[in-house]
């Protein structure tokens, strides 16, 4: 279903948030008025107005009278799987949002989508930038902060980067000409149902057909295996053809284009990241990007905030945000880049239903043994699991339970010693009552006694893109 299939439709727009409130804009601007729907009217009536869209009449789901509806365009916080939505869809009514949307409208043009559990958001911007060093006029929209609703009715560029959260692929109907996976783990199960249902979801983008290039992550074993049967696939990472070597050299066919050791961005998962960007501009361009373009990038790319950056020291302790780190397997990949140094991790969340045992497992092996802190109120289990797994004979990890992040920081920071870390990857998404990963980063900079500017938090929009940093969609 294209835009202009939809404005002949009677349509509904659930969740008026961020993209719900630009595809409200979009239909209104092509004269249609949709039956807005949102778990919390009132409080997105109030967002209409303040963003100059006046007074409108919002409904709770059980106001609507889903006999009425032809088209759901759901906003990606609300599940499909709502029994509102299958209600809708028994009813009748078929059920899009606005990237599936925008994939069919935008089917001829050139499009390298990115998506996986983690690091999309990385690889996006990374792609963005290896296009625009390479003289291209690409944009970077999608999950990664702008919608794609904001390209309707301006001139085509030379190269859309979009990044697809699970939420924003489930509808896909579409194929985009070059796909990127990153990663596939567990995650979002509250949202999906179950594990399966996620990676089905997930997978609808390169699944929907007809099939595009693919790039896909090798050191990924879930993304690796259920992807061998597609007809245009490409290996990246620690092995295909475009790989790091044992010396940190990135290379395609073996060609040198650039040492991943320059990356500001650390960690073995974020020159994989490069990889797999370099593979996407690959895949559209039909020839690998120029060394000098992937030098300048490796120069230029500062990381994008909340995901392992490091903020700041003091009294000889760094500290580390990866706030966006919203399960085990992200958490496991930033306690990787600091393999010698005395470590405290800040744990603690939201519970997903995700299995932390791989976390565990990390965190028990490791060498020298770090010091856990875990944040209620979701965070028992996880202090048992660690409790209950010895990291050596007759020994325990240090796990403390405590109950804020800013008692977690003070905690960390007297018990860390000079030339260590404080790592605050929670492995887990932000409790809804703490308003978001970004409001997260902010106290735990604040409580570690540094500054937001230091720390790169005083804008929203992510570095080297022309948009804003995503609100932690999986």
């Known amino acids: 279903m294209n835009l202009a299939d939809l404005c002949a439709r009677r349509v509904a727009v659930w969740g008026i948030g961020g993209e719900g ?30 963003g100059g869209h006046g007074s409108q009449l919002v409904l709770a789901p059980h106001q609507v009278d889903w006999e009425r509806v032809e088209v759901v365009v759901r906003a990606p916080g609300v599940s499909r799987y709502r029994p509102e939505l299958l209600a809708a869809i028994a009813a009748g009514a078929s059920v899009t949002t606005a990237m599936a949307v925008w994939l069919e409208d935008f089917a001829d043009a050139r499009v390298v989508a990115i998506t996986g559990t983690k690091g999309k958001s990385t690889t996006a911007a990374l792609t963005h930038a290896l296009l625009r060093a390479a003289g291209l006029d690409a944009v970077l929209i999608g999950n990664i902060g702008v919608p794609v609703t904001e390209t309707y009715g301006q001139p085509l560029v030379d190269a859309y980067v979009v990044e697809v959260s699970s939420y924003q692929a489930a509808e896909v109907t579409v194929t985009p000409r070059v796909c990127v996976l990153t990663s596939l783990a567990p995650d979002h199960l509250d949202w999906h149902g179950d594990e399966e249902a996620y990676y089905r979801d997930k997978l609808q983008l390169i699944d ?41 050299a990135i290379v395609v066919d073996d060609v040198p284009l650039g040492d991943a050791r320059g990356l500001r961005a650390p960690g073995r998962h974020n020159a994989w990241n490069l990889c ?27 990381g994008l905030p909340s995901r392992c950056r490091t903020v700041g020291e003091r009294d000889g302790v760094t500290f580390v945000d990866d706030a966006l780190a919203s399960n085990p397997f992200a958490t496991v990949a930033s306690i990787g880049v600091f393999a010698d140094r005395q470590l405290t991790v800040i744990l603690g ?24 802190i875990v944040m209620s109120p979701d965070g028992q289990g996880l202090v048992e699991a660690l409790r209950s797994h010895a990291i050596g004979p007759g020994t325990h990890p240090s796990v403390d339970l405590v109950p804020d992040l800013e008692t977690a920081v003070r905690t960390a920071t007297a018990s860390t010693p000079a030339g260590g870390v404080v790592l605050f990857s929670p492995a887990a998404p932000t409790p ?32 080297t893109t022309v948009g804003q940093d995503k609100g932690g969609v999986g």
Request: a neutral charge; proline letters at 8%; hydrophobic letters at 40%.
């Open 21 to 50: 409130s630009a595809m409200v804009e979009l239909l209104t601007g092509r004269g249609v008025r949709p039956v807005l729907i949102d778990d919390h009217p009132d409080a997105a009536r109030d967002r209409l107005e303040a």
């Open 208 to 248: 929907a057909g007809p099939p595009g290039s693919l790039a896909v992550n090798a050191g990924s074993d879930e993304a690796e295996r259920r992807t061998r049967g597609h007809p245009a696939r490409t290996l990246f990472g620690p092995s295909g053809r475009v790989r790091v070597t044992a010396g940190g």
């Open 276 to 302: 797999g960007a370099i593979a996407g501009a690959m895949l559209l361009d039909g020839s690998p990007p120029s060394a000098e373009s992937v030098g300048a990038v490796i120069e230029g790319f500062e």
């Open 349 to 372: 969340g939201a519970d997903r239903g995700v299995d932390p045992a791989a976390l565990v497992e990390a965190l028990a092996v490791r060498r020298p043994a770090p010091r856990v």
């Open 432 to 463: 809804a009552v703490e308003g978001g990963y970004r409001e997260r980063s902010r106290r735990f900079v604040a409580a570690a006694g540094l500054t937001a500017v230091a720390a790169g938090l005083t804008s929203s929009r992510a570095p």
